[in-house]
């Protein structure tokens, strides 16, 4: 499973999702947006948002702490 997590340091919903995925033992990678503007060019260019977090999960893009999106899309 591939699974990338756009953030900031400064975001709660960021600190929640990764914490989610860490109790669900989901490996991630981690993409600090706030220093690496390559990456926060890839996360619009996927979500069309410029907000975090952004989740892309398989292919799939999930914008936001959506709970419910995310398990189904783990559970592929």
Do not use: W
């Not at 990764?18 to 503007?37: I, M, P, W």
């Amino acid at each position: 499973m591939s699974v990338n997590v756009y953030s900031t340091p400064s975001c709660t919903y960021c600190t929640l999702v990764k914490r989610f995925l860490k109790e669900k033992g989901v490996k991630y990678n981690d993409y600090n947006v706030a220093v690496d503007h390559r990456r926060a060019e890839e996360m619009v260019k996927k979500s069309g948002q410029m907000g975090v977090p952004v989740l892309d999960i398989n292919g799939k893009v999930i914008i936001g702490f959506n709970q419910p999106e995310i398990e189904r899309a783990i559970a592929r």
